[in-house]
């Protein structure tokens, strides 16, 4: 009996030690938004694409997607696409995978290490996928609303072992190959040496907002504008996803020699941030400005008519989950199990051509390796 009481009092003891990991968090009245229907006419197409559009959502698992589509009325651009799979995210060092290994899988194709930034487990440089398809003469493009030298940017143009080894970063820039890139910010880029500065600055035309008119006429850009632009949400960032998403389709596209295309990755970056914080309506509103970049990218995708757009995650963060909502009045609740990222696989969604390669159970690396083989092909 003495027993027993020790157990169930342990039991308890353990219950409680678990409730106080768990942090619930709300928001109301969230404006519905629509979301964009495609015309699906080249949804699932055999040939193959010639622009490549890949979209990642930092730390965006099925519920913070789910808490993004209940919070605007049961719908989102998303939830309208309809080749589907699950991403697995596991980095080569640790069952649970951090942005730098994870956007590494995503940008070279090979599972490496936490921490490291377009390095393999031996910290030799792996190409990336921009590096790759220059060759074939496919140019690319990033934008984020994370520094430009956050882990996952960082992926597609730096090779270093560690993610916060933030000025090696930002010298490895000049001797990318990306034609365009719009990420944060201002105040980050004035604070690394002079002499990055002017080797950045000689070969893009850096400018600090999507209006500057020195954009049409450049052959490189890069847009940096001041940190509250790229920041968060609730305190204060405004359209900067999206329309950074629509100049980049626009500036790639343009220049694109004839019979080629392009490459393009945009990243959410807050919805991860806020769920480190676990706050709920913070995450959700990330979520929202990202379903919108990515209405940016299917419309275009229909406009072209030869454009893949891969919409996954990175890892889920925080282990979120949605517990009760109103989507009429878009209000909802929902709780975090954690203030880190979890090894809970993440959707992924595809749209255009090809985009039934992107079905079914897959590696983060291996979507790498798709998207190569089918803009290698061309
Ligand atoms: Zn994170």
């Not at 995450?283 to 030869?306: H, T, W």
Request: proline share 5%; glycine share 8%.
């Amino acid at each position: 009996m003495k027993k027993i009481l020790i157990l169930a009092l342990a039991a308890v003891a353990a219950f409680q030690l678990n409730a106080q990991n768990i942090v619930k968090g709300s928001i109301e009245g969230v404006p519905a938004q629509g979301s964009y229907h495609p015309t699906y006419s080249s949804d699932g197409a055999d040939y193959r694409p010639m622009n490549v559009i890949l979209m990642i959502g930092d730390g965006t698992g099925l519920a913070q997607i789910a808490a993004g589509y209940f919070a605007n009325n049961e719908e989102l651009t998303y939830a309208n696409l309809k080749y589907m799979g699950w991403v697995t995210t596991k980095s080569a060092d640790a069952f649970t995978t951090d942005s730098a290994a994870s956007g590494t899988a995503y940008s070279s194709g090979y599972k490496t290490y936490n921490g490291a930034v377009g390095v393999d487990v031996k910290k030799r440089p792996q190409p990336n996928i921009p590096e790759r398809v220059i060759k074939s003469g496919i140019i690319s493009g990033v934008v984020s609303t994370d520094d430009l030298n956050g882990a996952t940017p960082a992926a597609f143009f730096a090779h270093q072992p560690q993610r916060g080894m933030t000025d090696e970063i930002w010298a490895d820039l000049p001797s990318s190959v990306l034609k365009y890139f719009a990420a944060g910010s201002k105040e980050v880029f004035e604070a690394r040496p002079l002499e990055t500065q002017k080797a950045i600055n000689k070969v893009f035309t850096v400018v600090n907002s999507l209006d500057d008119p020195k954009i049409q006429a450049a052959d490189r850009v890069g847009v940096l504008p001041p940190a509250v632009e790229t920041g968060y949400i609730v305190k204060g960032r405004q359209d900067f996803l999206p329309n950074a998403t629509r100049q980049a389709i626009d500036f790639l596209h343009q220049r694109a020699k004839d019979g080629k295309g392009f490459f393009l990755m945009v990243e959410g970056a807050r919805i991860d941030k806020a769920c480190h914080g676990n706050d709920f309506p913070s995450a959700v509103k990330e979520l929202l400005d990202f379903d919108q970049a990515i209405a940016e990218a299917i419309k275009f995708a229909d406009e072209d008519g030869n454009t893949l757009v891969v919409i996954s995650a990175d890892h889920e963060t925080g282990g979120m989950v949605v517990l009760n909502g109103d989507p009429k009045k878009g209000n909802e609740e929902g709780l975090y199990v954690s203030t880190w990222h979890t090894a809970t696989p993440v959707p992924i969604f595809a749209y255009g051509p090809h985009a039934q390669d992107f079905m079914g159970v897959q590696g983060n690396e291996q979507v790498a390796q798709k998207i190569l083989k089918l803009l290698l092909a061309q």
